[in-house]
């Protein structure tokens, strides 16, 4: 699972670090989807509903995201090639959900147009990316 694998790679005492990151991220992306949802819809065409990924698949794609999101940030910090480790990451998510970019934004679109389902699998994210790192805190 990605997610345990890429938790391996962070060292502890960046943990705190990575984990605030990790949370004023989501907070700016939620607040930033929020807005755009709110946003006056356009006339625009219809997103085909097989181009959507269920609830479940953006949910853990989200929560994949944003820990790959704190390992680049780590090393940013520690000055690697992050472009490389960019493309590495997001493409070992893609394989893994069997998906694409395009399908992915598709989604977000389609739930962002959806705020209350968007609000839900949003909340799911936060709270699943905090069991994370409790359970990360008491290892």
């Not at 085909?48 to 949910?59: D, E, G, H, R």
């Not at 989604?107 to 905090?130: A, H, P, R, W």
């Amino acid at each position: 699972m990605i997610t345990a694998s890429l938790m391996k790679l962070i060292k502890v005492k960046d943990y705190y670090l990575i984990a605030k990151i990790m949370i004023k991220k989501l907070c700016i992306y939620s607040l930033c989807f929020l807005l755009l949802s709110c946003h006056h819809k356009k006339e625009t065409e219809p997103i085909n509903a097989s181009k959507i990924l269920n609830k479940t698949q953006i949910k853990d794609i989200l929560v994949d995201f944003y820990i790959a999101e704190a390992i680049l940030a780590s090393n940013v910090k520690e000055n690697y090639n992050v472009r490389q480790y960019t493309t590495h990451y997001y493409d070992f998510i893609f394989k893994k959900y069997h998906t694409n970019r395009q399908q992915i934004l598709n989604s977000i679109q389609y739930y962002c147009f959806n705020t209350k389902e968007f609000s839900v699998i949003y909340t799911d994210v936060i709270n699943k990316l905090t069991t994370m790192k409790t359970k990360r805190n008491e290892e």
